[in-house]
């Protein structure tokens, strides 16, 4: 008898280690932007890439820096681009997804602490497929977005502190 469990204990143990092996998407050059002090909101960018043959989705994400983070993007709204939240950022197989100034982006609100350049903030990351990913993503500079030849603003110019009537949109007004 002890023969005959021994390849569903082999099988059992290649799906296990399979499945730790296995991470869904590769997470590149993650950062957090630096803020000046007293500053309540930052954000973080990052490249995903999916390697594998099926679609993902980021979904969520948390950091003990920030009491809420949230995805974001910005998109052009009667000729302003204006920054939005998102139920998800799509990570389509076989693609990067570039989380960058004026694009896609993880915003990081009532912040415990003023990131300092040069430390380090953790991150997870939660994908539609129930995997959550942590990371650290080092503080830096981060420069603005251009302007746009359709009227967009930079990206430091539309924070969330200052723009007052787009804090924390609900999913459903994108």
């Not at 594998?52 to 009491?67: K, N, R």
């Not at 997870?124 to 650290?136: I, M, P, S, V």
Request: overall charge negative; cysteine-free; aromatic content about 2%.
């Amino acid at each position: 008898m002890r023969l005959a469990s021994l390849p569903l204990t082999l099988l059992s143990l290649s799906l296990f280690s399979a499945a730790a092996e296995a991470q869904s998407i590769t997470v590149d050059d993650p950062q957090v932007r630096a803020v000046p002090p007293g500053s309540t909101t930052t954000a973080a960018f990052m490249s995903l890439t999916n390697p594998g043959e099926t679609d993902l989705a980021l979904v969520g994400g948390a950091s003990p820096l920030a009491g809420t983070l949230e995805l974001h993007n910005h998109v052009m709204v009667e000729g302003v681009m204006q920054m939005r939240r998102v139920d998800e950022i799509p990570i389509p197989a076989g693609e990067t997804v570039h989380l960058a100034p004026g694009g896609w982006h993880l915003m990081m609100f009532d912040l415990a602490a003023t990131p300092a350049e040069g430390e380090n903030v953790e991150l997870t990351l939660t994908l539609d497929n129930g995997e959550r990913l942590t990371l650290e993503a080092p503080v830096r500079r981060v420069q603005p977005m251009q302007m746009s030849n359709q009227g967009g603003m930079g990206d430091d110019e539309m924070g969330h502190d200052e723009m007052g009537s787009d804090e924390r949109d609900p999913p459903s007004a994108h």
